[in-house]
């Protein structure tokens, strides 16, 4: 016996990744609905070999229906969010707006899966920010070996997070570089993106971080632990998929590099890629399409009493939103639903 699934905003990319997705992984689904605003109505969705017609999210009845995967912006999840929950299907959301309430679940499965029990408070489960998904992976079987104090992250994001237009206007200014009358001026981005890197992503704070920078600390506090000590530089580059991260963690005690390269092999969703030679580790470009949070060049970091550095890299379409969200449904479904 399987789901019945409900895809919310499946005609974006993240909604149409996880379609695939869910084919991918074979998720028990009896019955799917995918479902978008009234302008894309009818829309034709692939989930397999099947051709799906979206259906108008504002009058779709999520009575009956198992679980939402939403894909949908902040304002829409406001909206249709609290009412599929009230009609006791189970929201799955990708977007920031709940991620930092009290009472609702923020879950990266290979991280902190016990918290899924929380998801009977208001029925809604948060799917973290695509930067910290593969960050936290990559943390959390350190932290539980040598404790983290401090960790320092600088990004490379690509733009496929910023969605469909910020991927185009790359694309668009970086033919305008060659061919004459086709210039493209910045207006998703605040300045050109074409071979150059914006240290800004989403809005400036008082504090002088942006919010992605704010986001990276504080949802790595709820995943993990509140007592690790963040600071994030967030900057986009000119790559289609793929983030990058380069971090620098400090421990309460000492951890070998050759032993945190153990500990990162056998630890679930990390695939670990460091060879000191010419193209021994893993960039943006090697991991699209990839399920794994791809780990490189760690080594001591002989500046703190006890420090590590590390590279990571991870499809952000996928750990850092689609894959995640499927991987909560499957836990979900073996911890709460338990149908299949």
């Known amino acids: 016996m399987g789901y019945r ?5 499946a005609t974006g990319s993240v909604g149409r990744e996880m379609l695939n997705i869910l084919d991918e992984r074979e998720f028990p689904v009896d019955e799917l609905a995918v479902l978008a605003s ?6 034709e969705c692939a989930f397999g070999d099947k051709i799906l017609k979206t259906l108008d999210l504002d009058t779709f009845d999520f009575s009956g229906w198992d679980i939402a995967l939403f894909a949908i912006g902040s304002d829409a999840t406001k909206k249709y969010a609290p009412k599929a929950a009230a009609a006791g299907c189970v929201v799955i959301d990708n977007s920031s707006l709940y991620r930092y309430h009290p009472d609702i679940p923020l879950i990266v499965p290979e991280v902190n899966p016990d918290d899924i029990e929380m998801v009977k408070n208001k029925n809604i489960i948060a799917n973290p920010n695509c930067s910290t998904a593969q960050m936290v992976v990559a943390l959390k079987p350190l932290h539980d070996r040598a404790t983290i104090k401090r960790v320092v992250v600088s990004t490379y994001q690509s733009v496929s997070g910023g969605g469909k237009e910020a991927m185009d206007e790359l694309w668009l200014q970086t033919k305008g570089m060659y061919v004459p009358g086709q210039e493209r001026a910045a207006s998703v981005f605040t300045k050109q993106i074409a071979f150059n890197v914006i240290p800004h992503i989403d809005t400036f704070m008082d504090s002088g971080d942006t919010r992605e920078e704010w986001k990276m600390i504080a949802e790595t506090k709820k995943i993990i632990d509140p007592k690790i000590k963040i600071t994030a530089t967030c900057v986009r580059v000119p790559v289609f998929v793929g983030h990058s991260e380069s971090i620098n963690i400090e421990f309460e005690d000492f951890l070998d590099e050759d032993e945190a390269r153990d500990i990162l092999r056998e630890a679930p969703g990390i695939l670990v890629i460091d060879k000191r030679e010419d193209g021994g580790y893993t ?16 080594r001591q970091d002989i500046t703190v009493e006890n420090g590590l550095n590390l590279w990571c890299v991870s499809d952000n379409l996928r750990k850092g939103a689609a894959l995640n969200a499927v991987q909560i449904a499957e836990l979900l479904g073996r911890r709460i639903l338990k149908k299949a």
Do not use: D, K, N, Q
């Open 5 to 9: 699934i409900a895809v919310v905003g």
């Open 38 to 43: 009234r302008r894309s109505l009818g829309t």
């Open 283 to 298: 960039t943006p470009v090697e991991c699209v399409g990839e399920y794994a949070t791809f780990i490189s060049r760690i």
